[in-house]
């Protein structure tokens, strides 16, 4: 009895530390897009992964097991990737002066205007916030049923024990976003796409490695190595790339 | 089947606006998936390897754009 129970317990411990580390990482970019890009598409597309997951694991149950992780993190790892640095790029030419934020803003003004008036108002779609939040939480969520079904398959009975650990850690990640997501919207716009760019192209790298079985150093503590190089590679972009648009300018 | 068209159209463009930009990626990628195994590569640097060639992709692409919007 005492045995079982302490099984049940580690299980228990065990999956909501893992589901917690990748529900966190699905968090910090689903809080960043949703500032960014609005809540209604970030949190649709958060909502429509864990449906579309929940759908998978219902239908194949531990059969999913057998699916080679590693498939998994580079199809979807690539999509981020490219996702990402189309991001980061944009933000990059954005930050640099090349691509004006205020004609964006006119034309996202203009677009909302027209959908005002074709009466769709509050119901707007964002593709881009619908699509990065879904391939976050459908790649951090697939850890999770797999860290899942990896600790529930330990012990006979264990799988259900491991499954209120992840949902546990969800249901802790949530509240973390109920908390984080107003002082997160007094950040500068700007800044904050500049942020989502670094976030998704780390993550991305991270995935697509994995995925490809390169090594990383201090394996999942590589994501915050990645995300400073990015950060650090992005900003010393900014300046070259206004600096290179000077120079061309000056000289025609 | 128009539709179908435009649904794609729009899935594509979610991760591809610069062509040559996206294309560099995937090539990068596809020639890390080649080499790694082949080459002997110490295996602590291979995910360091993958980041700097896509860093150098992200510069070189940012710098071309700038380069041209003048």
């Not at chain 1, 909501?16 to 580390?21: G, K, T, Y």
């Not at chain 1, 796409?193 to 998704?200: D, M, Q, S, W």
Request: net charge positive.
């Amino acid at each position: 009895m005492g045995t079982g129970w302490a099984h049940m317990g580690t299980s228990i411990v065990a999956s909501f530390l893992a589901s917690l580390v990748e529900c966190v990482e699905a968090l910090t970019v689903v809080l960043a897009v949703g500032s960014v890009r609005g809540w209604r598409s970030a949190l649709t597309g958060t909502t429509t992964a864990i449906a579309v997951l929940l759908i998978i694991i219902a239908a194949l149950g531990t059969a999913l097991a057998h699916i080679p992780l590693p498939i998994v993190q580079l199809a979807v790892g690539t999509l981020l990737l490219l996702f990402g640095l189309r991001w980061l790029r944009k933000a990059i030419l954005r930050s640099a002066g090349l691509i004006p934020l205020r004609d964006e803003q006119a034309a996202f003004q203009k677009n909302t205007e027209a959908m005002h008036r074709l009466a769709i108002g509050s119901a707007t779609w964002d593709k881009i916030a619908f699509a990065a939040a879904f391939n976050i939480t459908m790649l951090e969520g697939t850890e999770v049923v797999f860290i899942v079904i990896a600790i529930g398959a330990g012990h006979t009975g264990m799988l259900l024990p491991a499954s209120l650990g992840a949902v546990a850690a969800l249901f802790v990640v949530i509240a973390l976003g109920l908390i984080l997501h107003r002082p997160l919207a007094r950040i500068p716009e700007n800044t904050l796409k500049f942020i989502v760019g670094v976030l998704l192209s780390a993550f991305g790298t991270f995935w697509v490695g994995e995925g490809l079985h390169l090594a990383w150093p201090g394996a999942d503590w590589s994501i915050p190595a990645l995300i400073a190089a990015y950060l650090s590679l992005a900003l010393a972009i900014v300046p070259l790339c206004r600096s290179r648009s000077q120079t061309v300018s000056s000289s025609t | 089947m128009k539709w179908l068209k435009n649904i794609l159209r729009e899935i594509f463009g979610l991760f591809v606006d610069d062509g040559s930009f996206a294309l560099a990626i995937l090539i990068w990628l596809a020639v890390m998936r080649w080499a790694t195994p082949r080459l002997n590569i110490p295996s602590g640097i291979t995910g360091v390897i993958l980041f700097a060639g896509l860093a150098l992709i992200l510069a070189e692409s940012a710098a071309r754009y700038s380069r041209h919007k003048q």
